[in-house]
């Protein structure tokens, strides 16, 4: 099987900005040498949400697409709804505070006190009630070709990208069929997802024939996010946690991590699988590959 060698971003629709100026700072130390050298750090920044006049959640963020990150964070804990109608969203970079407002009155008070801190990076939290809604979600059978996961695990990682400029930093990718269209990185991987989901609530896209890709693992909060987005299949090049496995069995979620080279596992929606190629046509990444699946 011939993997395209193709790595333009200009293939996606929204591509990662490893060059943006906002997002790393030029850091000087010294090397186990005692040589000083200069590199790139990832930035972290806070980022305020509002919904209507009721402040939800700061979080740490790199920054960029903040209205994105806003939209989908709501809409993954439930506080925005499918028939919301969004009256504006408005941000302030100086006082980095991003405020969606709604037609509907809004009032979380209770929700806020039942916050629980979950085993993501970068404080990523959910609700109390984070299971509340899923015993409805049933995800479509949406078949998944193996020579998909092969051409988007490699274009992927030879994308361009903030992980390959300093690291330290997580990649959400929303793919349909073999093209990867949406590429998010933040220092949360729950981050990057909420972008690719304000992202689709933004643009109205659907989620029946997506695939989610993340560079993290594939916990409980992540296969939850998965599914109340709508989107089928999620993969990872990281593992799983048994309760995200159980969750994805759930909701009917195909669920495939410790994807590299040739290689990936299937937990759960073996039987969604379309084996289309054959993995020993695959040429397989050596043991020390260069990137290296996030945690």
Known sequence: MQLSADTDTDAY?????PGAARLTRAVKGRDHTGAELTINVVEERPLTIFLNSQEIVTAMTIGDYPEYLALG??????MLRDNDEITRVDYDEDLEVVVVRTARKTDYEDKMRK???TSGCAVGTVFGDMMEGLE??????TPVHTSWLYRLSAQINRTPSLYLEAGAIHGTI???GDKPLVYMEDVGRHNAVDKIAGWMLSEKVRADDKILYTTGRLTSEMVIKTAMMGIPVLASRSGFTAW????ANQVGLTLIGRMKGKRF????????LVRDADPDLIVDEPKRAGRKGSE
């Open 174 to 176: 929303l793919c349909q």
């Open 115 to 117: 916050k629980t801190r």
């Open 13 to 17: 629709l929204i591509a990662p900005q």
């Open 136 to 141: 409805d979600v049933s995800l479509p059978a």
């Open 73 to 78: 964070f709501l809409r993954n804990q439930g």
């Open 244 to 247: 995200g496995v159980e969750i």
């Open 265 to 272: 596992v299937c937990l759960a929606g073996e039987d969604r």
